[in-house]
């Protein structure tokens, strides 16, 4: 049992690949327990290798990740990288709230990859990271925790698609003040009236409320 929970410790580091996908990703979900359920389990102590397979569920707070199998390595410095991978018809997803927003970001590839010493997440084949409207589509996406960025391509392992491939990215940014707009009507147009004669600096008091 204490090597289970141990092991489930270590593990935490796989949910760290959603929480590197979203900026601004929920503060509190750091101090929360991690939770693994798989229905099966190996533990390689020399090579520091966890593996766990079959319909494999990891959450630690908001943070939800599922897939068929992950697979988690630490090198020499304590530095850890997880691998998770799906079925043919079921890729591996996950989903986090974003931080003081009703917003969460979710995403999915046939495979994804979390580097904790280069803080990156990468998203291989058929890639999808979706963030409150946004989202962004291609066959490999990489998430610089670092800097905020992303890098999409429409080919292989951050490579440009062939020509007559059809492979294309795909984005769709909704604008930022959406939100704003549709909650602020649109002030109507002051109705133009003729100055007085000789009294060209007077204003309006329509021009006035306008001010």
């Known amino acids: 049992m204490k090597h289970f929970l141990r092991l489930a410790a270590t593990a935490g580091i796989a949910c760290a690949m959603l929480a590197a996908a979203g900026a601004r990703a ?3 979900d750091r101090d929360k327990p991690v939770t693994i359920e798989a229905d ?3 533990v390689d102590d020399v090579k520091k290798v966890q ?6 569920q990891l959450v630690k707070g908001t943070l939800v990740i599922r897939a068929e199998r992950i697979v988690v390595t630490q090198d020499d410095d304590g530095y850890q990288r997880g691998v998770a991978t799906g079925s043919t018809s079921v890729p591996p997803r996950f989903r986090q ?3 003081g927003l009703d917003e969460y970001v979710e995403g999915e590839g046939e495979r994804i990859e979390h580097d904790a010493r280069a803080e990156k997440t990468e998203f291989f084949n058929h890639a999808r990271v979706k963030s409150g409207l946004d989202e962004v589509r291609g066959q490999f996406i990489s998430y610089d925790a670092r800097t905020e960025k992303y890098f999409v391509t429409s080919g292989a392992n951050g490579t440009r698609a062939q020509p007559g491939s059809g492979e294309r990215v795909r984005a769709v940014i909704q604008p930022k003040n959406k939100d704003a707009a549709a909650a602020s ?5 002051a109705a133009i009236v003729p100055l007085l004669k000789g009294e060209q600096n007077i204003t309006t008091p329509r021009q006035e409320a306008a001010q």
């Open 26 to 28: 929920e503060k509190a």
């Open 40 to 42: 099966r389990v190996s």
């Open 51 to 56: 593996t766990f397979e079959g319909n494999v």
């Open 97 to 99: 709230k974003r931080e």
């Open 185 to 189: 009507p649109p002030r109507p147009a």
